[in-house]
């Protein structure tokens, strides 16, 4: 069964999610990260985003997080309000 990792983020401008998506696009994710699915969602008036990433096995997640919790600071989109593990119960693309 899959796993996501959702956190939500505040004081996120529309600069520096453009910035975010620029450094994903043309960077390789961290050493040692297992694959995983990405979605960043952003309200741009809010500033306010929730980036979900999910990972196909709870191991991958576990990795990934410890992973992702070390990262400074400066390399997440804002300031972090919040960090959630889900399962997924359903996945659908069309």
């Not at 620029?22 to 390789?28: P, Y």
Request: charged share 35%.
């Amino acid at each position: 069964m899959p796993f996501a990792r959702v956190v939500s983020f505040e004081g996120v401008s529309k600069d520096r999610m453009d910035e975010m998506n620029r450094e994903m696009e043309s960077g390789e994710p961290p050493e040692g990260f297992p694959p995983s699915e990405l979605v960043a969602l952003h309200d741009a008036e809010a500033e306010k985003s929730l980036v979900i990433i999910i990972f196909e096995t709870e191991d991958d997640y576990k990795r990934g997080d410890e992973i992702l919790d070390a990262m400074p600071a400066g390399d997440t989109p804002g300031r972090r309000t919040s960090v959630a593990k889900y399962n997924v119960a359903a996945r659908m693309k069309s």
